[in-house]
């Protein structure tokens, strides 16, 4: 299933490996389609950040403790590139980084 419609992102925890990568946990509204195609009860984002470049993206199942790993193709464009916006805004090594090179 092409993954789109995910919305109302919130922050949920951080974790930071120094110079290596940022990891961070998203709450979100799932469309209805997505849950049922995929079998999920509790479903959040987990997102890490590398620092040398690059993203991946999982959605993990808490109330059925499964982890679903999911490549740059299996979303729209738009919703793969708000969801790293929005970690990046929330992760310690990127936020200030991201300032700097906007600024």
């Not at 998203?26 to 997102?47: Q, R, S």
């Not at 403790?65 to 929005?86: E, P």
Request: a positive charge; glycine letters at 6%.
């Amino acid at each position: 299933m092409y993954i789109k419609g995910v919305k109302n992102l919130q922050f949920y925890s951080q974790l930071s490996l120094k110079q290596v990568e940022d990891r961070v946990l998203i709450t979100a509204d799932f469309p209805k389609e997505l849950k049922v195609e995929y079998d999920l009860d509790d479903p959040f984002l987990y997102v890490t950040l590398y620092v040398r470049g690059g993203e991946r993206i999982k959605i993990i199942d808490e109330g059925k403790v499964r982890v679903h790993s999911l490549a740059k193709k299996d979303f729209d464009s738009k919703t793969y590139a708000g969801i790293v916006q929005f970690a990046r805004q929330h992760a310690a090594q990127f936020k200030d980084k991201d300032k700097r090179s906007s600024g």
